[in-house]
């Protein structure tokens, strides 16, 4: 009963010490949340802007970029996919993962090819362990981004989109990353960056009540466009970076509190259990007792006959 009972005390003190690290994850996670909101919510004027400039310099012109120009029949894609570097973060990663697979078929269905790139440790083994192409892959910051990341990922995908298919190049440009909703929600979404669609901005605007600008373009539409595409795409996927990165820290924290609770309840069974093991053994102790005692009772009251 000995033995049973010290199992019990190594099993607590081992939950409790993981309850600990696990409570520090929660915290260290939260504090970093909020960190990530800011950037989140300071990237997106910019890239509000920048959108509405290039639809403007678009609608204003008749200049054919790929920025801006749908292919009649698309024949090839670029996905990128956001995941990230470490786990203990529930869900996160396998569920970006599992909208870019859907994402994959869908284009597949509809006869295109597609090239995969991929952001962080999660979705690059995914990819490695299926020994599935990956064009060009980016590891080690996706829990705090900065715009160095961003344009760096972008260079490839910048040149891919101005390539013709024929020589390695796609006509479309998707992401694939999680977006914060708030502390509790954030949701895997896939989104098309190139071709911009100019209806959906145009129908957004209207809807604000805001009204396009017009813009006198020197030296020309096409060279404003040129300038304006890596600008662009480095926006947006800053911007997925950081919505990424607060929802990671988001998911780590509901993950490692619900560890941390479970361990609280864990440790609050293995005391009960330790408890009625030493309630046990005391029980068996003073029944030992009791019986040697009578025993003994017994064997002098036959020698005093």
Do not use: C
Not at 32 to 46: C, E, G, L, T
Not at 53 to 67: D, E, M, Q, Y
Not at 162 to 186: N, P, R, W
Not at 257 to 269: P, R
């Amino acid at each position: 009963m000995g033995a049973q009972l010290r199992v019990y005390k190594r099993r607590i003190q081992a939950v409790t010490a993981t309850k600990k690290i696990t409570k520090a994850m929660e915290m260290i996670a939260a504090s970093r949340i909020v960190k990530a909101q800011r950037k989140v919510a300071a990237s997106k004027p910019y890239a509000t802007e920048l959108t509405r400039a290039v639809t403007a310099v678009a609608t204003g012109s008749n200049a054919k970029h790929p920025l801006t120009t749908e292919v009649e029949t698309p024949t090839r894609a670029a996905v990128l996919l956001v995941t990230s570097d470490r786990g203990l973060a529930g869900g996160y990663s396998s569920n970006a993962i599992k909208a870019a697979e859907r994402l994959r078929e869908r284009l597949a269905s509809e006869g295109k090819e597609v090239d995969t790139y991929i952001v962080g440790r999660k979705g690059v083994a995914y990819y490695g362990f299926r020994e599935r192409k990956v064009e060009d892959s980016w590891t080690g910051f996706t829990d705090n981004p900065a715009y160095s990341d961003a344009k760096s990922i972008a260079a490839p995908l910048i040149e891919a989109i101005q390539k013709d298919t024929a020589e390695g190049g796609v006509d479309e440009l998707h992401i694939v990353f999680t977006e914060f909703v708030s502390m509790m929600t954030q949701n895997a979404v896939d989104d098309r960056m190139l071709p911009l669609s100019l209806d959906e901005v145009a129908e957004e605007s209207t809807r604000k009540g805001e009204i396009l600008p017009l813009f006198d373009f020197e030296p020309s539409a096409e060279d404003v466009l040129d300038a304006l595409l890596p600008r662009y795409v480095e926006s947006r996927i800053y911007n997925a970076l950081l919505q990424a990165a607060a929802s990671e820290h988001a998911a780590r924290r509901r993950a490692m509190k619900s560890a941390t609770d479970n361990a609280g309840d864990l440790i609050k069974s293995l005391s009960r259990l330790a408890n009625a093991a030493r309630q046990a053994e005391i029980t068996q102790e003073i029944s030992e007792i009791v019986g040697g005692a009578s025993a003994l009772a017994d064997a002098t009251a036959g020698s005093d006959k």
